[in-house]
């Protein structure tokens, strides 16, 4: 398994390291046997033995402090350092909140072993990286205790953004965007919570209540609209896109407010489709039989394969905000629009095109044959009875 160059070969007795060498490296014993030994009041006590597959000095490959205890061959062993560079990609990748919890668990152990003091363990760079790492976590901790207060106390609201006819202005559809109305800091983006949430898992509740009570809100909100068909649309996360009673979850909310099904169009980004794609087509296609539309949102910030675009049931491409704020002024993006909604055309869908804020940018939309638009020009995100009184009962 290992290239013989890698090898190191101890003789009886040798030591390959001593309590208080710094640590680099863990290793993997080929042949052999080693023990491990630490000495306190002057007394040596040997506190493990062992032998050909096993490991030791692993703690190394985490943090980089003194080793708390000697080892020493006991006959010819033969071992394989593993350097701490292969895993600290992998730690540096890894959720703060674990590697946080790591450190700490690591320096109680520490604590235990050693009579150096910790502050000379430290280098004052490793203590700075340590402290922002704690506060980090002490503020992602505390925010994630919060989502769960926020469900329990009724704090999230639904903003509605009206999705218009290019042409002529009428509202076709309605996007539901969540908001935390937070007890003391006020209103907060969804962008200051949400990707939490989905590390935590917490976007599975948060999703639920979304999909619930914009379905609730849809029987009023509709009659703002004067189109024939038209829709609320809801964002799903990838995870919930991966969930497997989603679709038992949409289906049993459409029930409850007695919904027609192709009222109800559902927001997906590209990840989901390149995370999962099998999984995902599988569940995307049960939403569909079930009689609800489907939107790709953010088009052209993924990985916008021709491939998904052909194979997924999507009925709506969403090209996102960022080309329409330089559509007017770069031809690139121009041609990266026209090139889109020619492409969602051939597909079949029809396209809305995100973040109008100018006339200059609609009618240019218009002559692309761009069939929707969603941005300030038309309205801003509010909630639900704002949005009806403006409007009033029709258009
Ligand atoms: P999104 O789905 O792309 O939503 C559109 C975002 O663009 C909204 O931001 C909206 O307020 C903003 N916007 C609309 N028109 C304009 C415009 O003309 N100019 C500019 N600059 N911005 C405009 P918001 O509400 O802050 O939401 C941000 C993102 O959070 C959403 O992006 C969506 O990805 C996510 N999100 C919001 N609500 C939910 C939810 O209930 N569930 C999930 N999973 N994600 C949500
Ligand atoms: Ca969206
Ligand atoms: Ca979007």
Redesign the pocket.
Known sequence: MFDEFDRKVYAAGRHVFDAGDIGDCAYLIVEGQIEVVIHENGQESRISLMGAGEMFGEIALIDQKPRTATVRALERTVLVPIQRSLVDDLLAKSDPILRHLLLVILERFRNQVTTIPSQHLFSPAQSDQHAVLKKEVTRKLSLAHAITRALTHEEFRL?Y?PICNLEHGHIAGI????RWEHPVKGLI???DF?PLAEQTKQ?RE??LW?LDRACRDWTSLKSITKVDHPFVS????ALQLTSSTLVEDVKAVIHKYNMPPKELKL?LTETVMVESPEEALKILNKLISLGITLAL??YGTGHSGLDYLQRYPIGTMKID?SFAAYVAKSPQSLEIVRSSIALAHSLGMNVVA????TEDVRALLIELECEFG????FD??SPLNDLIARYGQTQ
Do not use: C, F, H
Request: proline share 3%; hydrophobic share 40%; glycine share 10%.
């Open positions: 903003y953004q996007e539901a965007l969540i983006s969804p962008m949400l976007i948060i999703g979304t809801v964002n799903l996360s927001e949102d953010d905000r995100e973040g109008i804020e969603q941005g300030w020009l801003k995100a």
